[in-house]
């Protein structure tokens, strides 16, 4: 990662919270394994993004700030 990176994610939590980060990349997490699925029919690597968006969502659910 990169400083410039850091920073741009540093804001989103000040903004929103590290859970707000998280739901926010869970939920594009989500959306990549839907596009994949639907537009390059490929259930494996949709599988992958899907099961990492359920990841990173439970982790969000855990996090208190």
Known sequence: ???EHGDI???????????GVLDV???VCW???QHI???W???????TW????NKVYSLSCKVNN
């Open 1 to 3: 990662m990169n400083a």
């Open 9 to 19: 994610i540093e804001t989103l939590v000040d903004k929103i919270g590290a859970s």
């Open 25 to 27: 990349l869970a939920v």
């Open 31 to 33: 959306s990549k394994a």
């Open 37 to 39: 699925e639907e537009n």
């Open 41 to 47: 029919q490929d259930k494996e690597t949709a599988k």
């Open 50 to 53: 899907g099961r990492d968006a």
